[in-house]
């Protein structure tokens, strides 16, 4: 909102107003925005999640501290969400599409959060929304997303035009603020299903190239290819980080560093300069995701305020669910879903602890007659609580392993 009004007293020469066409400055209010709002707002929140008793149920698992937090205000996740969306309304370009469909993703996943939270609290049923509701939630969205990058004239990358030699072709063009002849890269905006891929040449995955037997329909047949991948990772990638909301501080913690991580590739994505410096996807319009995801890094430590060890406040579904959508969302619409077994390593190595655990138990229980485990509990972090590691180490060890994975997602750009 500010920056269109902003955007509108410029042309008058109001004072400052043109402060706000830069990203940068933008980002930086709508990161302190986020702060402040989950500090001050969520507060008042906890209190009024404790006055309604809004507390969690716990299971007794055996694990060290557990029954501890019986009563914590859950549905925390709702600071998180009020810390995003304001400030994205605020300091965002709202007409941008890529910013539109972010709110719709963070709203969506919020709400099937939330019915899941009501259902557990308020209903007391502990198994919540049924899965199959969440998954056909997740696949909607999905749809949505995969749609819109389809359809939408604004969704676009920008190409090198090449010649019969397969040289970039130059073009002269007049610098605007010098008004000086300059000569540069030949391009042109395409619909296109390339993608971002580590360590290879060009860092480029064209989904269609799996189909080039099929002709004229290749492109077609990779447009289908890419709208299963969107809903695949849009679903696993939440559910990761639903898994990972475990222990205190853990899943917010891990997905602020996964919100930097993706804040600084959507900033050179969308950067001229820097994407062609690094040889990298020039995706137009993007850069104003950086506004986002700044809402996002500063919702999320925000909120880690009140959610580390000792927990105030849980984020019950309400966050997780979200918190693993926006990140997949954000990654596919920056053409960098191929990086997010880096990016949210730890998301990732939660949800195969509780894939191989569930699958070795059903094997050996056939092969043996009893089921055999390979961790003591999963998801991961609760192996670790099993063997009576303090919370507060498991969670920070977590965090080192989610900055280590998060500065190679980075590295990967210059590695060929």
């Keep these: 909102m500010f920056y269109h009004l902003f955007e509108f007293l ?73 810390s995003i969306v304001v400030p994205t309304l605020l300091f965002a370009d709202l007409t941008n599409t890529y910013i539109l469909l972010m709110l719709i993703t963070t709203v969506w996943l919020g709400a099937i959060g939330f019915v899941d939270d009501y259902i557990k609290v308020f209903r007391k049923n502990k198994d919540g929304l049924a899965g199959k509701f969440k998954i056909v939630g997740q696949v909607s969205l999905g749809l949505i997303v995969a749609a819109t990058l389809y359809i939408s004239k604004d969704v676009v990358v920008r190409e090198k035009v090449l010649d019969s030699d397969g040289q970039v072709k130059k073009e002269i063009v007049i610098d605007q603020h010098t008004g000086l002849q300059k000569v540069v890269n030949k391009t042109v905006d395409v619909k296109s299903t390339k993608t971002t891929i580590p360590f290879i040449k060009n860092h480029v995955l064209d989904y269609s190239s799996f189909f080039s037997f099929m002709g004229k329909y290749k ?90 060890y000792p927990a105030q406040v849980f984020m019950g579904d309400t966050g997780s669910l979200s918190l693993g959508g926006i990140i997949a969302v954000f990654a596919i619409i920056i053409r960098k879903e191929l990086l997010l077994p880096f990016a949210c390593g730890i998301f990732m190595i939660e949800s195969l602890s509780v894939m191989i655990q569930v699958y070795y138990f059903k094997r050996t229980k056939k092969k043996y007659g009893e089921g055999r485990r390979i961790f003591l509990m999963s998801p991961l972090h609760h192996h670790y609580q099993k063997k009576e590691m303090p919370e507060s180490k498991i969670v920070t060890r977590f965090w080192i392993v989610a900055i280590i994975l998060a500065i190679s997602t980075i590295v990967t750009l210059k590695v060929r």
Excluded: C, H
């Excluded at 986020?34 to 008042?44: D, E, Q, V």
């Design 219 to 308: 492109q077609l047949a990779g447009w289908a290819l890419y709208f299963l991948v969107i809903i695949f990772i849009i679903t696993g990638v939440s559910n990761g980080a639903n898994l990972t909301d475990g222990l205190d501080g853990l899943a917010t913690g891990t997905s602020a560093i996964s919100g930097v991580t993706f804040a600084v590739l959507a900033y050179v994505s969308g950067n001229l300069i820097f994407s062609d410096y690094l040889n990298i996807m020039y995706i137009p319009n993007i850069g104003e995701l950086t506004i986002f995801i700044s809402a996002f890094i500063g919702a999320t430590i925000g909120f880690l305020w009140f959610n580390s």
């Design 10 to 82: 410029n042309q008058y020469d109001f004072p400052g107003a043109g402060m706000f066409q830069y990203i940068s400055f933008r980002s930086s209010l709508a990161v302190i925005t986020a702060l402040l709002i989950s500090l001050i707002f969520g507060k008042k929140i906890i209190g009024l999640l404790q006055r309604q008793q809004i507390g969690e149920e716990i299971r007794d698992l055996g694990l060290q501290g557990q029954m501890e937090k019986k009563g914590t205000p859950t549905m925390g996740g709702v600071i998180i969400l009020l």
